[in-house]
C-alpha cells in the first residue's frame, strides 16, 4: 500500500520515475536513499505559499510549493525508487519572537533495520531534515480525506507538553 501510486502521488508516472532516477544516482542504502531525496526535495522547490490540492506531478512540474507539495513530490519519488512512505500530518513549533505550533505535513518513510524489524521514520523535506525533529506533532496519517479531519482544530488546540521520551533508533 505504501509503495502504490493514489491521487495526487503519481509514483508510476514516468516523469517521477525519471527525476528519482536523477535524484539517486549510485548505489546507495535504504536509509541513505531516503536522505538523499529528502535534500533533494528541499533543494528541488521554490519555498512559496501554496492554495493547492498539491498533484506529485503538478509540483514537479512547478517546483514551487510549501509544505504539502513538499510533501506529494517526496512520496511520490520515495515510492517510486521502491522506499514505503506515507503522508504525516499535524503540527510543528517554529522558533521565533512568539515561538509557535503551526500547521504542517510532512513524510514518513519505513526503513529496514533487518530481522524483520523495521522503522517508521519522519522526514521533512520543507525543513531539510533527516529525521525531522521533535518539534514534529502528529495528528494524523493519510491523505486529503484523512487531513480533513483536523481542519476544525487549527487554532482551537491547547497543549501542555509534560514528557518527551525518544526512540534510541532515532539518530
Sequence with gaps: RYL???PLIESAAPEIGAETERALKGGLGERARAERLTR???LLLDKKPTVSLPS???VLRTKVGDCNEHTALFVA???AAGI???IAVGLVFVRGAQGAFYYHAWPEVYLDEGDGRGLWLPVDPTLNQFPADATHLR???GGLDQQAAIVPLIG???MTVLDLEID????
Excluded: G, K
Excluded at 534510541?168 to 539518530?171: A, L, M, V
Design 4 to 6: 502504490a501510486p493514489e
Design 40 to 42: 533533494y526535495v528541499d
Design 56 to 58: 506529485a506531478l503538478e
Design 77 to 79: 519519488m520515495a515510492r
Design 84 to 86: 514505503p512512505a506515507r
Design 139 to 141: 495528528l494524523v496519517r
Design 156 to 158: 482551537r488546540l491547547r
Design 168 to 171: 534510541p533508533r532515532i539518530t
